[in-house]
């Protein structure tokens, strides 16, 4: 069975890929996935590292306005139907988002917390696809925090990253001889292995498509990783490395 340490963070994706391979009654990567997520925005489950649920509504607003309407508490709410000349109803699919004000710097978690839920509630939908990839690959979480949730939800609690029971035999002691203990062998010290040089030169020429306009922030979270990975030349997995690295940058600017 795969076993993580529980000193190590994990992104939601890896969570979900783990959880999935020992689920019973067995659950989907997706499924599982989208629970987490779902968590997350709804402040049930707290991250150790990435960007914050309220980075990611500023970068919405910013960047994602022309597809998700914004609603400012205390304006006539946004149009969401429409009569169509037929005598059918044309209907947006996509969530209203309230937001205390048309400031972003301005925003606090609490003002944000009805729309917080309303992506919670929307995002199995795919109505978020814009940032997903930060939600999904960029943000960590340690194994407090996920057993915390595990207990609370009720789940059964997953083995891939759990510290090994306490009840284990422990080993029997050393030998000893005249001289006393005897000394464990001196192991060969590891050599470190070279330098990401594709990670580096890959985030690089990504950072500056998105820098310069080549590729704009839209199309760098929507293009395919097997798309960027025929492209650079380099694993998927690089891709997604340089991808979740470059859009955390690029929404903390």
Same mark, same amino acid.
């Given at each position: 069975?795969?076993?993580?340490?529980?000193?190590?963070?994990?992104?939601?994706?890896?969570?979900?890929?783990?959880?999935?391979?020992?689920?019973?009654?067995?659950?989907?990567?997706?499924?599982?996935?989208?629970?987490?997520?779902?968590?997350?925005?709804?402040?049930?489950?707290?991250?150790?590292?990435?960007?914050?649920?309220?980075?990611?509504? +500023?970068?919405?607003?910013?960047?994602?306005?022309?597809?998700?309407?914004?609603?400012?508490?205390?304006?006539?709410?946004?149009?969401?139907?429409?009569?169509?000349?037929?005598?059918?109803?044309?209907?947006?699919?996509?969530?209203?988002?309230?937001?205390?004000?048309?400031?972003?710097?301005?925003?606090?978690?609490? %003002?944000?917390?009805?729309?917080?839920?309303?992506?919670? %509630?929307?995002?199995?939908?795919?109505?978020?696809?814009?940032?997903?990839?930060?939600?999904?690959?960029?943000?960590?979480?340690?194994?407090?925090?996920?057993?915390?949730?595990?207990?609370?939800?009720?789940?059964?609690?997953?083995?891939?990253?759990?510290?090994?029971?306490?009840?284990?035999?422990?080993?029997?002691?050393?030998?000893?001889?005249?001289?006393?203990?005897?000394?464990?062998?001196?192991?060969?010290?590891?050599? +470190?292995?070279?330098?990401?040089?594709?990670?580096?030169?890959?985030?690089?020429?990504?950072?500056?498509?998105?820098?310069?306009?080549?590729?704009?922030?839209?199309?760098?979270?929507?293009?395919?990783?097997?798309?960027?990975?025929?492209?650079?030349?380099?694993? +998927?997995?690089?891709?997604?490395?340089?991808?979740?690295?470059?859009?955390?940058?690029?929404?903390?600017?």
């Amino acid at each position: 069975m795969l076993r993580r340490s529980p000193e190590k963070s994990l992104t939601l994706f890896q969570i979900a890929d783990d959880w999935s391979r020992e689920i019973q009654p067995a659950r989907s990567l997706d499924e599982l996935l989208n629970e987490l997520v779902t968590a997350w925005w709804r402040g049930e489950l707290h991250a150790g590292n990435g960007p914050t649920r309220l980075k990611l509504l +500023r970068a919405l607003f910013k960047t994602g306005r022309a597809e998700i309407p914004f609603w400012v508490k205390g304006d006539d709410a946004p149009q969401t139907s429409w009569e169509l000349a037929d005598g059918g109803v044309e209907v947006l699919l996509v969530p209203v988002l309230p937001i205390p004000s048309t400031q972003p710097e301005a925003w606090t978690d609490e %003002e944000c917390g009805a729309a917080y839920e309303a992506i919670a %509630e929307h995002w199995r939908d795919g109505c978020f696809d814009l940032i997903s990839p930060l939600v999904s690959g960029g943000i960590s979480f340690f194994e407090p925090s996920f057993a915390q949730w595990i207990t609370a939800c009720g789940h059964t609690p997953p083995e891939f990253w759990r510290r090994p029971q306490s009840n284990v035999l422990s080993p029997a002691p050393a030998p000893a001889v005249a001289s006393g203990l005897l000394q464990p062998p001196k192991l060969p010290s590891r050599q +470190r292995g070279p330098a990401p040089v594709k990670f580096t030169r890959v985030k690089a020429a990504m950072y500056e498509e998105a820098k310069s306009g080549k590729m704009n922030i839209q199309e760098l979270m929507s293009v395919s990783e097997d798309a960027l990975s025929a492209r650079h030349g380099v694993s +998927r997995d690089t891709i997604r490395k340089a991808r979740n690295a470059i859009l955390a940058e690029i929404v903390g600017d």
